[in-house]
């Protein structure tokens, strides 16, 4: 018989962000760390700031182990919801991620543009 799992929302998970109450969502998974905060390696404060949003990209960025994935399977609760409307809360905060993660390219762009523009001027 196929297991069925809980759904939660991205709001319900973000409730959750204390020491002794810590839910992650991880590649559309909801993970309740609660029990593991004093064992990560990295502290219990890298995974509270990764409440109420999707930790993904945080989770993949520092390079867990093969041990580490195996082990994320003890603390699965359930699936995100993905049904539910984003907030626009959660909008801003994807876009200050990307904001954050893309910055060189539009200063690239506009200093190259300077630097071309200075040349063309200097010709004349």
Known sequence: MPTISKLYSMEEA?????????????????YDLSSYMDEHP????????????????DFEDAGHSDDARELMNKFCIGELDTSS????????????????????VPVAVVSISVIVGFLYLRKK
């Not at 990295?42 to 990209?57: E, F, L, N």
């Not at 409307?85 to 060189?104: H, I, M, N």
């Open 14 to 30: 973000s409730q959750h962000n204390t020491k002794e109450d810590c839910w992650v969502v991880i590649d559309g998974k909801v």
């Open 42 to 57: 990295g502290g219990d404060d890298v995974i509270i700031a990764s409440t109420g949003k999707d930790a993904t990209d």
């Open 85 to 104: 409307p984003v907030s626009g809360e959660q909008l801003a905060d994807k876009f200050k991620r990307l904001t954050k993660q893309y910055w060189a």
